[in-house]
T-cell receptor
Framework: DPKIIQKPKYLVAVTGSEKILICEQY?????MYWYRQSAKKPLEFMFS???????DNQTASSRFQPQSSKKNHLDLQITALKPDDSATYFC???????????FGPGTRLTVL | GDSVTQTEGLVTLTEGLPVMLNCTYQ???????LFWYVHYLNESPRLLLK?????KRTEHQGFHATLHKSSSSFHLQKSSAQLSDSALYYC??????????????FGGGTRLTVRP
């Protein structure tokens, strides 16, 4: 059974629209994260949460808003989508902040 | 702040030759934790190795690395490259002891391509 679920696997959106990327982890971890990987670029850290509280935000744009309704959920809302937002978005979790992270399968977002 | 440097962005090797991917780091924390992640195409990154104590070698799936605090390094090595080793490799640093906001800092990644 998958331990970190990301939905959807693929997502196509039009410029200006809004989408929510879903992430759920069943590892019993206390910390969760979002990363982005654009084409031919390395992993880029976006957010970290610990016990549902935002701990670090390295995303310059307020169009990206994480949402944690439960301890094992960390969704990512993206508003006013732009073509440059096209990337694969990975959710990750760890026992606590700073411990080894386990990654989900990713959501590949394409903005037309 | 913390930083991780992977000097080679691209490494191309012939199958059977040894692999060495460089990783150096900077941190004010005296007891850092280092990790290597491997990222295969169309898969998610996964943990390959994590550091042990200073100067102690850790091994997994034929790869090994040794944390050297004296040189702030955690290079990834393998004695003989295989075609299936072709992937993107990330070195990452944790300041776990900093309870105010421990996080992983990733290097820029090294893309390893192994040719027949």
């Amino acid at each position: 059974d998958p331990k970190i679920i990301q939905k959807p696997k693929y997502l196509v959106a039009v410029t200006g629209s809004e989408k929510i990327l879903i992430c759920e982890q069943y590892l019993g971890h206390n910390a969760m994260y979002w990363y982005r990987q654009s084409a031919k670029k390395p992993l880029e850290f976006m957010f970290s949460y610990s016990y549902q509280k935002l701990m670090d935000n390295q995303t310059a744009s307020s169009r990206f808003q994480p949402q944690s309704s439960k301890k094992n959920h960390l969704d990512l809302q993206i508003t006013a989508l732009k073509p440059d937002d096209s990337a694969t978005y990975f959710c990750a979790s760890s026992q606590d902040l700073g411990y080894e992270q386990y990654f989900g399968p990713g959501t590949r977002l394409t903005v037309l | 702040g913390d930083s991780v440097t992977q000097t080679e962005g691209l490494v191309t090797l012939t199958e059977g030759l040894p692999v060495m991917l460089n990783c150096t780091y900077q941190t004010i924390y005296s007891n850092p934790f280092l990790f290597w992640y491997v990222h295969y195409l169309n898969e998610s990154p996964r943990l390959l190795l994590k550091s042990s104590t200073d100067n102690k070698r850790t091994e997994h799936q034929g790869f090994h690395a040794t944390l050297h605090k004296s040189s702030s390094s955690f290079h990834l090595q393998k004695s003989s490259a295989q075609l299936s080793d072709s992937a993107l490799y990330y070195c990452a640093l944790s300041d776990r002891g900093n309870n105010a906001g421990a996080k992983l800092t990733f290097g820029g990644g090294t893309r390893l391509t192994v040719r027949p």
